[in-house]
């Protein structure tokens, strides 16, 4: 159950768009549609923002948004504002009902 | 509102034991399944315990199986995780979560969070 590859920062300005990459293998994001990213603010609980590759929950605003290609999946943040200065997280599905996430982004908006 | 409080956590010694709890209120309980997720410090979110609404399909990491056990009391809107042979590597902050079914499923995620309980463990 190996963790998932992300940067481990990125930074941005506000206004741009930055993508997180979430990178795995043939047995958790290559082999699967179930990959999630969740956002962490200093000393709080993570949120869900992404579930099952692409979907946003609600209350989510649509500048997230998900993708996924072969073994990586990737989290776009459009439109940066101050307040998604965070760490990011993806999870997934890693085969024999384990899970595993990725080692997290630590997100800079300049 | 869906709320999730965690408490138990505290400081143990290696080779001791500590039983985290997970309060829940706001939404029907019995219907969802309930993981715990712990962060060490400075580190990242690593998902080790799982169980299904009815409390009769568990799931666990390779790093707790065997020395943690997750279980859960639907008549009271709580969820446990009992901890025992307590390693300096299990000190993390431990989280428990909500996913949106009943049975374990692969295409797990988590839909709410709690604030986390703080787990020590040291000589």
């Known amino acids: 159950q190996s963790a998932l590859t992300q940067p481990r920062s990125l930074s941005g300005s506000p206004g741009q768009s930055v993508t997180i990459s979430c990178s795995g293998s043939?047995?958790?994001?290559?082999?699967?549609?179930?990959v999630s990213w969740y956002q962490q603010g200093p000393g709080k609980a993570p949120r869900l923002i992404i579930s099952?590759?692409?979907k946003r929950p609600s209350g989510v605003p649509a500048r997230f948004s998900g993708s996924k290609s072969g073994t990586s999946a990737s989290l776009t943040i459009s439109g940066l504002l101050a307040e998604d200065e965070a760490d990011y997280y993806c999870f997934s599905y890693a085969g024999s009902y384990t899970w595993v996430f990725g080692g997290g982004t630590k997100l800079t908006v300049l | 509102e869906v709320q999730l409080v965690e408490s138990g956590g505290g400081v143990v010694q290696p080779g001791g034991s500590l039983r985290l709890s997970c309060e829940a209120s706001g939404f029907s309980f019995s219907e969802h399944g309930m993981s715990w997720v712990r962060q060490a410090p400075g580190k990242g979110l690593e998902w080790i315990s799982l169980?299904?609404?009815?409390?009769?399909?568990?799931k666990y990491a390779d790093s707790v199986r065997g020395r943690f056990t997750i279980s859960r009391d639907n008549s009271r809107q709580i969820a446990y995780l009992q901890m025992s042979d307590l390693r300096v590597e299990d000190t993390a902050v431990y989280f428990c979560?909500?996913?949106?079914?009943?049975?374990?499923?692969?295409?797990?995620?988590?839909?709410?969070w709690g604030q986390g309980t703080q787990v020590t463990v040291s000589s």
């Open positions: 043939s047995i958790d994001v290559g082999s699967y549609n179930y």
């Open positions: 979560a909500r996913d949106p079914w009943l049975a374990i499923q692969m295409w797990l995620y988590f839909d709410s």
């Open positions: 099952d590759v692409t």
């Open positions: 169980i299904s609404g009815s409390g009769g399909d568990r």
